[in-house]
């Protein structure tokens, strides 16, 4: 495997972070029942990234979340025999909010599957709107994301990595050859 391109750099992710932020406080009219909850790990890094952003737009504080997804996946036996199941940290209820989901990268679509199943456990949201930070395409299920950083066509032989500074000492988006 060897890294065949760099598509976002540090300026890149933060641009499109900020602009994410833009759209949502758009499209909800600001912050009033406005929550988000992002997708263990990356996505908590991210939506936790999101909110600084809105904070600094808006003044307010919205409430994060991280959703661990694990027990929810479809693939959880090719995975690994003994699964790391980490915790869900959702201290807020998100019943009649208008949620907003956060991950790194959207490509089948099964990944936001397994979340929406798990976000049940935790009420019923008035919405609940997808926001990632690259769509790559290959979708296998009828889910898109509603704000989306870079949109990157790719091959099936390829993986786009997200490598972030808080759980990977630098800021970037990677596209790997296998």
Do not use: W
């Given at each position: 495997m060897r890294e065949k391109a760099k598509i976002l750099d540090p300026e890149?992710?933060?641009?499109?972070?900020?602009?994410?932020?833009?759209?949502?406080?758009?499209?909800n009219?600001?912050?009033?029942?406005?929550?988000?909850?992002?997708?263990?790990?990356?996505?908590?890094?991210?939506?936790?990234?999101?909110?600084?952003?809105?904070?600094?737009?808006?003044?307010?504080?919205?409430?994060?979340?991280?959703?661990?997804?694990?027990?929810?996946?479809?693939d959880l036996t090719l995975i690994a025999s003994q699964p790391v199941v980490h915790k869900t940290e959702i201290n807020f209820d998100i019943s009649d909010k208008n949620l907003i989901l956060v991950d790194d990268v959207?490509?089948?679509?099964r990944t936001i599957?397994?979340?929406?199943?798990?976000?049940?456990?935790?009420?019923?949201?008035?919405?609940?709107q997808l926001a990632v930070l690259i769509d790559r395409g290959h979708r296998e299920l009828p889910i898109r994301a509603d704000y989306v950083g870079k949109n990157i066509p790719t091959a099936q032989t390829e993986t786009v990595e997200v490598r972030l500074h808080e759980c990977d000492d630098k800021d970037e988006v990677v596209i790997i050859e296998k």
């Open positions: 890149a992710i933060n641009r499109a972070m900020m602009r994410i932020a833009h759209e949502i406080l758009e499209k009219k600001g912050t009033e029942s406005l929550c988000i909850i992002g997708i263990r790990n990356r996505g908590a890094y991210l939506a936790q990234r999101l909110a600084e952003r809105i904070k600094k737009i808006d003044a307010a504080d919205v409430p994060v979340g991280v959703l661990d997804i694990t027990l929810y996946r479809d959207l490509y089948s679509g599957r397994a979340a929406l199943d798990a976000l049940v456990d935790f009420g019923r949201p008035k919405s609940i």
